[in-house]
């Protein structure tokens, strides 16, 4: 656990100018087994300190791969000048940066280190499991990890913090032949926040989900290709997920829309159906702490939820500190870093669609011919909001009943013109944060959302 050097530097900040002195350490454990084999196994720990100092418009930094008092001092002083030598040279007479209430948020407990040969074990546990109960597979993989980013912050106007934010998750991936001789594959990722022993000491919490992928990796050998065209289908809540994330959350992030993104000139307008509702969560969700927490964001704004769409009109923007100023809008703490050399940018951390009052069986019953997508392995989208998102995992629905499985196909479209034709939105919330963002820097986040009947163009052959 970092302890605090940071703050006795306070007196050297330099009076007048925002600083941010922040100090972290970056751990990654991960085991890859293939087929009962060990092929990856890797076990680091990265730590620094770094500085940043705004004036006049620009910002000065400077980072340090040691954490230690005098690092610590050394960034510091190298940030005040670069801020005053960019502040003389390109500065753009930008008043200062608001000053927020002072607060302080510390952790005040470290994180349990499992042991390399805890995360080894149990991923044989499970590829024991599956080499034993289904044999007939083409080959399997189980990819045990965990991550953590604990940072010590501390800032000129008194919001200090210190948190530590562990993920840990076992990946299973299956791959099966069809008939033809065609490979499929699917994967599932089992686990959420908390440290790898907590979520994991009982490798038997893996075997529902195992089974469950095994069902349906069988049931796609014997898939169908979808029908191409605009089709009307139900979004399952990580595919809802994923649209909230790659196909909104970015056009909506304040550095964005500066640069042009289809949010720019949309502010106040509607986007989407009126059933439609988006949030960034901070921290909190629907009653329930959010899959990946944020409570202080790395330029020291207090974590809160930011509303983007509110019964479909478009209502607010992501915003760094500098961004917020410029919009006229409050700052919510989206300003995330990766490493401690990287500076904070504009992140999403918990995006997601708010469920609605549709049971999923009555939207499924409500659909003569169109498909129930359920999983994603990919997708990209741009800042126009034009999206297309792989499919890893669907179904037909045939007069209202679940039909076929399908093999991979695509879908795409605007995500605003799209989110116009939601017309039923289930109950319930899936989320998942098992991946990154890889915007600049890589981020892991998290995004979920309920069912959403909508239409979309799906693909074929």
Not at 440 to 445: D, I, L
Request: hydrophobic content about 40%; charged content about 25%.
């Amino acid at each position: 656990m970092l302890q605090d050097i940071l703050s006795p530097r306070k007196a050297l900040f330099e009076s007048g100018a925002h600083t941010e002195l922040r100090g972290q350490n970056s751990r990654n454990r991960r085991v890859v087994l293939l087929n009962g084999d060990v092929v990856g196994n890797v076990r680091s720990d990265v730590s620094g300190v770094s500085a940043r100092v705004y004036r006049g418009g620009v910002y000065g930094f400077s980072s340090m791969a040691e954490y230690s008092p005098d690092a610590a001092r050394t960034v510091l002083k190298a940030a005040t000048e670069n801020a005053d030598f960019m502040d003389r040279h390109a500065g753009i007479g930008k008043p200062a940066l608001p000053v927020l209430p002072a607060k302080t948020r510390m952790t005040d407990t470290g994180i349990n280190d499992a042991p390399q040969k805890i995360y080894v074990d149990i991923a044989r546990e499970a590829d024991e499991y599956i080499a034993k109960k289904y044999p007939n597979l083409a080959s399997r993989r189980v990819i045990a990890m965990e991550d953590s980013m604990e940072k010590l912050l501390v800032t000129s106007d008194g919001m200090d913090s210190h948190f530590i934010a562990p993920r840990s998750y076992i990946y299973i991936v299956l791959d099966a032949m069809t008939d033809a001789g065609t490979p499929v594959e699917l994967y599932k990722p089992i686990g959420g926040k908390g440290t790898f022993d907590e979520n994991f000491a009982d490798p038997s919490v893996l075997y529902a989900g195992i089974d469950e992928l095994y069902e349906q990796i069988m049931q796609k050998r014997e898939g169908v290709y979808a029908d191409a065209g605009e089709k009307t289908v139900i979004l399952g809540g990580i595919m809802t997920g994923m649209l909230s994330h790659e196909a909104v959350g970015h056009t909506v992030e304040a550095d964005l829309v500066l640069g042009g993104s289809v949010a720019a000139h949309n502010l106040n307008r509607q986007v989407a159906s009126e059933l439609v509702n988006l949030t960034d969560f901070a921290h909190t969700a629907f009653g329930e702490t959010c899959p990946l927490p944020v409570y202080v964001d790395d330029e020291g704004t207090e974590a809160k939820d930011v509303p983007l769409i509110e019964n479909g009109i478009l209502t607010g923007y992501m915003n760094s500190r500098e961004s917020a100023q410029h919009f006229g809008m409050e700052p919510g703490g989206n300003a995330r870093a990766w490493s401690f050399s990287d500076e904070p940018l504009i992140r999403m951390r918990n995006t997601s669609v708010h469920p609605g009052k549709d049971k999923l069986e009555d939207m499924i019953a409500s659909i003569d011919d169109g498909y129930y997508l359920i999983d994603s392995t990919n997708g990209q989208a741009d800042t126009t909001g034009e999206f297309m998102f792989g499919v890893s995992m669907g179904y037909e629905i045939k007069n209202g009943k679940i039909g076929k499985a399908l093999l991979d196909t695509t879908i795409s479209g605007v995500a605003f013109d799209m989110l116009k034709t939601v017309d039923m939105v289930s109950d319930n919330v899936v989320w998942c944060s098992a991946g990154f963002c890889g915007k600049k820097q890589p981020m892991p986040v998290g995004m979920g959302g309920p069912a959403l009947r909508c239409k979309v163009k799906i693909g074929g052959r």
